[in-house]
């Protein structure tokens, strides 16, 4: 993991297309303004992880659902 110090109107590039910049700080809050290409997803990482694990009870069978993993071959 990097970690920077970056002052109000400081930039840090990710790469050669995504930009984050840093807007405005107060107190213990940080605005920051990322500039990504469209097909790059930005999500807040309790966002994030709550897709992920919706994604997880989709993918889960059902309860009582058929376990073919242990059928008999025939």
Request: a neutral charge; aromatic letters at 2%; zero cysteines.
């Amino acid at each position: 993991m990097l970690v920077l110090t970056r002052k109000p109107k400081q930039q840090i590039m990710i790469g050669d297309n995504i930009v984050i910049n840093v807007v405005e700080v107060q107190g213990e809050n940080v605005r920051i303004a990322i500039d990504a290409p469209r097909e790059i997803k930005i999500y807040r990482g309790e966002i994030y992880r709550a897709i992920q694990e919706e994604n997880q009870k989709a993918a889960a069978p059902a309860p009582g659902e058929l376990d073919l993993s242990t059928a008999m071959p025939r």
